[in-house]
């Protein structure tokens, strides 16, 4: 069995929540470890998940009645029946006191907000928003960098009752009609404009377009992020943030179910028009404390920070962080700019605990030869996250070798559709290079064949077999559930199928390959498209890659792009380099039958490479969507290349 490449040590576990955890529930568990822990959490849902509710002593003015109705209902369990509850009282304790958040922007200026003055401030913006006329289940959007305001105009809405829904301003303005047009706001938060990697960027010729479109906004608030003293005048129905923001108010918390609606989250769009996700306020809450206390051991006061825009569900899962009593660490703007060093200065600076990043960032740090472990001091970080695509094993080294030899390195795996984790960190088990360390407590993962039958070592999809509270309440204006029963349970009925194509390992990990729907399928043998990243990427010549299937000769065959490192160029030399590797690392199969150069890669918004749609330009198709990708120009660069027609 392949050996770990980081252990806990035994005054980590001892010291670990997860542990404090599993011994209050020793005696319920057949065995005294984290597979026994696992195996409680999904025999006896109801225990499991009443005990989680006792020990993060969740707020609610009525006690639930049920933990859950019928666990076999996929979807349509009721979870916590009876509880009235306020997600934003949940964030807003009043025991927490000192920092709540710390912003800062690429240019480095720094903005700290404490608890005290997070609350004075929620009330505020609440009470704005009820004179406007805002309540329970009204849609505020908003369209704001990852800046204080976000956060406390999200506290604002959801301590009403409002259902929230942002994109980051870096959207296009189809690409904002196509989320917001759908679902309606009475209110829209938005900035003046933002800076990315040195550029400043105007924001208000699209607010004038995206504001003249929507019809159902009745109040535009406006945050000065780049000037104070912005015009606004031209804006229909504009009311300045700095205005509402310091009304001496008092906190008020609606109470509402468990299941009331919380947040609205978008699809990629990649294919259609995004599919609006409904997230629920007690589901939402119960989730992120379990991924944030339980697998990533969040203490009160920890710093914890996640590289993410408010169009991504990481923002929604960092805000949560709150609820643990952690200082929330923002940060808006280009991650390399001024320099690859830049965001692990403000981690030490700030006594970073928890760092959240994407694999590809990883991916590039290592490339640009920086190595923070030479550069800053990083004894307070405990654990590092990587999501938004499998982590390859190179970046396994890369963080033991030259950023910190003990600490959680944790590829974690769920998605919007679920605003957590089917494959979760963990404090007190081993790290295996290419695994996401375990299933997360109280979802029941599993990996079906093509027939669905249950497989352990082999690659198969990845699915849920039993209910579980985060699953979406509904899309947005779907009848009958039409779209959500498609996208989740048509594969295999009355089980949830995530779409990734992975394996669970003998040792209780589980490995991603890619999604399901970009699978090669070359003479009939099933290939993820990360088993060839993971190879590609790790040559310093190439900054990054993306691989399709090309239907070709009524079979399909391999085809590799790849963007290049300046001072490189794709020789005859670089291509069977890149052959010979995967071979060697792979098989003969995931060999490419063509390898070309582009100078860009299509991603979207959220920094996620478009495989279908690449796929899709090759083959002469229509792309339905190009507003939802962040570079749409970039699919120009595959397009009838005379090289994929011999």
């Given at each position: 069995m392949t050996e770990p490449i980081w252990r806990p040590s035994a005054e980590r576990i001892a010291a670990s929540h997860i542990q404090r955890f599993l011994s209050l529930h020793r005696q319920k568990l057949e065995t005294e470890d984290y597979p026994g822990l696992h195996d409680w959490s999904v025999s006896e849902p109801e225990a499991f998940w009443a005990a989680l509710w006792d020990y993060f002593g969740i707020r609610s003015s009525a006690p639930y009645t049920s933990v859950v109705d019928d666990i076999h209902a996929m979807p349509g369990a009721a979870w916590f029946d009876g509880a009235t509850m306020n997600y934003a009282e949940n964030l807003l304790r009043p025991q927490y006191d000192g920092v709540a958040l710390i912003a800062y922007t690429e240019t480095g200026r720094r903005i700290e907000m404490s608890w005290d003055g997070l609350r004075k401030e929620v009330a505020s913006v609440a009470r704005a928003l009820r004179k406007i006329g805002v309540g329970p289940n009204d849609r505020v959007a908003a369209l704001l960098p990852n800046c204080p305001e976000a956060i406390v105009a999200m506290l604002a809405s959801t301590s009403i009752g409002a259902i929230w829904s942002s994109c980051s301003p870096d959207f296009g303005i189809e690409g904002v009609l196509d989320r917001f047009g759908q679902i309606e706001p009475k209110v829209l938060f938005a900035a003046d404009g933002y800076t990315y990697n040195g550029k400043t960027i105007d924001c208000l010729p699209a607010i004038r377009s995206i504001i003249g479109e929507l019809a159902s906004v009745d109040a535009l608030i406006m945050v000065d992020f780049l000037d104070d003293d912005a015009d606004f005048d031209d804006l229909p129905r504009a009311i300045r943030y700095a205005d509402i923001a310091n009304d001496n108010a008092e906190l008020e918390f609606e109470q509402l179910p468990f299941s009331h609606p919380l947040y609205i989250l978008y699809s990629s769009g990649t294919t259609g028009i995004p599919k609006c996700i409904v997230h629920s306020a007690g589901a939402t809450l119960i989730q992120h404390q379990k991924e944030h206390i339980i697998h990533s051991d969040v203490d009160v006061g920890d710093v914890i920070f996640y590289f993410t825009t408010c169009?991504?569900?990481?923002?929604?899962?960092?805000a949560s962080g709150l609820a643990s009593g952690a200082t929330l660490l923002l940060f808006d703007g280009a991650p390399f700019h001024p320099d690859p060093g830049h965001l692990w200065r403000i981690a030490e600076a700030e006594n970073l605990?928890?760092?959240g990043i994407s694999a590809k960032y990883l991916s590039a740090l290592e490339k640009s030869?920086?190595?923070?472990?030479?550069?800053?001091?990083l004894s307070a970080l405990k654990s590092i996250l990587s999501t938004g695509s499998p982590?390859?094993?190179a970046s396994f080294d890369f963080v033991y070798r030259d950023i910190k030899a003990d600490l959680q390195l944790s590829s974690v795996a769920g998605g919007t559709d679920i605003i957590s984790c089917f494959g979760a960190g963990n404090p007190i088990l081993p790290v295996y290079r290419s695994e996401l360390q375990c299933r997360?407590?109280?979802?029941?993962?599993d990996v079906f064949d093509d027939n669905g039958n249950s497989i352990v070592g082999e690659k198969g999809e990845l699915v849920c077999t039993q209910a579980f509270p985060s699953m979406p309440l509904e899309f947005w204006n779907d009848p009958g559930d039409e779209k959500y029963h498609a996208a989740y349970f048509e594969k295999f009925p009355g089980v949830w199928a995530q779409g990734d194509y992975a394996e669970l390992t003998a040792h209780g990990g589980i490995i991603i390959y890619g999604r399901s729907d970009a699978i090669l399928n070359p003479g009939g043998v099933r290939i993820g498209t990360a088993e060839i990243y993971r190879v590609?990427?790790?040559?310093e010549e190439v900054a990054e890659s993306i691989v399709i299937a090309q239907d070709w000769e009524d079979?399909?065959?391999?085809?590799?792009?790849?963007?290049?490192?300046?001072?490189y160029s794709l020789d005859d030399e670089l291509k069977q380099a890149l052959r010979t590797s995967i071979r060697t690392s792979a098989s003969p199969?995931?060999?490419p039958a063509r390898i070309l150069e582009v100078q860009d890669i299509p991603r979207t918004i959220n920094g996620k490479i478009v495989e279908i749609a690449v796929r899709d330009v090759v083959h002469g198709r229509e792309i339905r969507n190009t507003d939802a990708l962040a570079n749409p120009a970039a699919l120009e660069f595959f397009r009838d290349r005379a090289e994929l027609s011999e």
């Open positions: 169009g991504w569900m990481m923002w929604n899962w960092l605990a928890l760092f030869g920086f190595r923070p472990k030479e550069h800053v001091d982590l390859a094993p997360a407590l109280g979802m029941k993962v590609v990427e790790q040559f079979d399909v065959r391999v085809v590799l792009f790849v963007r290049l490192q300046d001072g199969r995931h060999v």
